[in-house]
């Protein structure tokens, strides 16, 4: 059906144009929808902060930049956390086009989040060293640890190894990896986590796959144009368009599951820090 929808939408040289007037009916019978819209959206995210809490009772242990760290530490003085899980895995020469367009949205807002009792953190299995080098490389100033040494990335179902992926031991988005998870190891989403008073942490939710979209605001951008997400292919996603933003114009290719490959000739992510 998105294909359908986006098949018949880019159909821009046969577009129906009409007098203002009847434009003016056309546009407040759509008002109408999204009004509907929104206020299911609202209804949607109460349901959302209504779901039920699990209590985290394991000690998590970071690597940061500054040494060791606590799941506590990444509140940061705050009540809740928001975490990017990071679509990067030890010695991965390539970057998640997708994960790199969200954590993009956050340079603006992070100072708004912050003084609005939210913390946001990325979190990626790769080693703290790896991750500096891309984080600096990109000029990204939100915090980003390393769960290399931790169960944190498997605990939360976004990283698993090729024996469970086979064995069907391997959950993601709610149900079964996918046999390609076995050649990744790791893939993306997001968390949030809530701490009370006495300094306990409750796990609230966690969103996967498509769910993400929620936290790209470029697409409420997209959306509206005329040409919408203009997804026609080879993927139907953004991994047909989205880039690093440091490497538009500058060639490479992007597998289907979002990791992008630099052209021939080029640095690529394992450089080391000194390059």
Not at 76 to 105: N, W, Y
Not at 192 to 202: C, L, P
């Amino acid at each position: 059906m998105r294909t359908q929808i986006m098949e018949k939408t880019d159909r821009l040289s046969d577009h129906e144009i009409v007098s203002r007037t009847d434009w003016q009916v056309a546009r407040k019978d759509l008002l109408k929808r999204e009004k509907e819209l929104t206020r299911l959206r609202d209804q949607l995210s109460a349901e959302r902060r209504a779901l039920p809490w699990v209590k985290i009772d394991k000690e998590y242990i970071f690597d940061a930049p500054e040494g060791k760290v606590t799941l506590v530490d990444l509140f940061a003085g705050r009540s809740q956390l928001f975490i990017k899980h990071f679509m990067m895995g030890p010695g991965q020469a390539t970057q998640c086009v997708g994960c790199s367009l969200e954590v993009d949205h956050l340079e603006g807002i992070l100072v708004h989040l912050q003084n609005h009792d939210v913390s946001y953190v990325a979190v990626a299995r790769a080693p703290i060293e790896e991750i500096e080098i891309v984080r600096n490389r990109m000029g990204w100033k939100f915090p980003w640890v390393s769960a290399y040494h931790s169960d944190f990335n498997y605990d939360f179902h976004v990283s698993f190894t090729r024996e469970q992926v086979a064995s069907g031991r391997a959950l993601y988005n709610y149900g079964k990896a996918p046999e390609w998870a076995a050649e990744l190891e790791d893939l993306s989403g997001d968390s949030v986590f809530y701490k009370d008073e006495t300094g306990q942490i409750f796990h609230t939710y966690s969103t996967f796959g498509r769910g993400g979209e929620e936290f790209l605001g470029i697409y409420r951008i997209l959306d509206a144009m005329p040409k919408g997400r203009d997804e026609n292919g080879p993927y139907h996603s953004l991994t047909d368009w989205a880039r690093p933003r440091n490497m538009y114009g500058r060639g490479g290719d992007v597998e289907p599951n979002g990791r992008y490959h630099q052209p021939a000739g080029a640095n690529t992510i394992k450089q080391s820090a000194a390059a």
